[in-house]
């Protein structure tokens, strides 16, 4: 999952209509969901990290640093649950990219390399947005798998990232390719994906950090070998951060 960071306010007092602050939170991190990452041009929706459908979190119901971006699918499943910052790992205060692993059949699991507190926070997450769910099969009349899913979606991202290194790779040296590379992969969406695609090539995954917009703000990559920053940096020093 991409670590992003989505900065101080751009207004002084909350939101009266939390909807307002859509036009911001894209700006500054992309139309992507932040937390399965598709790319969702249509129907992202401002998400509440801890939810307003509870009563105790109604003070934060247009709190700036409550918000995030959810999709249809991550916002159904996360609905109302109580969220407790210090008990399950959040892209917008700790590295949740270097604690998830994403396996080219689709599925997202906690890092083994991550110690056991952390993979239980890790887990969480997962659970609560249901990117721990088994894929849906579709299929249309000629047997092929139809992505309808978010599991099935990440299938298909991986074959598009893979088929990409292979361009890259066929031509390391050429610039160009590695810009159309960079584009292509915000067009597709799944960050963390392309990241793991191309680990190893540092060139190439600072242009996917700087592809995606807030995800250098973060401070989670090393500006120099891309390697993850654990813990997080927390630059704006949120509730509960730096778990991973």
Excluded at 17 to 45: F, I, N, P, W
Excluded at 77 to 95: E, F, G, I, S
Excluded at 161 to 178: C, L, T
């Amino acid at each position: 999952m991409r670590p992003v960071r989505r900065r101080g306010s751009p207004q002084a007092s909350d939101f009266a209509d939390y909807t307002g602050a859509k036009k911001h939170l894209v700006s500054r991190l992309g139309s992507y969901c932040s937390y399965c990452e598709r790319l969702v041009v249509t129907q992202l929706a401002v998400e509440h990290v801890q939810p307003k459908g509870l009563a105790q979190y109604e003070h934060l119901i247009g709190r700036w640093e409550n918000f995030l971006l959810g999709c249809v699918n991550c916002n159904s499943t996360k609905l109302d649950q109580d969220v407790d910052p210090a008990t399950v790992l959040l892209p917008d205060r700790d590295n949740t990219f270097v604690a998830l692993r994403y396996e080219p059949d689709g599925t997202v699991r906690p890092s083994p390399d991550m110690a056991p507190a952390v993979r239980t926070m890790a887990a969480s997450l997962l659970t609560l947005a249901g990117l721990d769910k088994p894929i849906s099969e579709a299929r249309d009349e000629n047997g092929k798998l139809v992505a309808i899913d978010r599991v099935a979606q990440r299938m298909e991202a991986w074959a598009t990232a893979r088929d990409a290194k292979d361009d890259v790779d066929q031509s390391p040296g050429n610039a160009a390719v590695r810009r159309l590379v960079a584009v292509l992969s915000a067009k597709t969406g799944f960050f963390s994906i392309w990241m793991t695609v191309f680990q190893g090539d540092a060139d190439m995954r600072n242009r996917l950090i700087d592809a995606f917009a807030g995800t250098r703000q973060s401070g989670c990559f090393d500006p120099v070998t891309t390697e993850p920053r654990s813990p997080a940096p927390n630059p704006d020093g949120l509730a509960n951060g730096g778990k991973s």
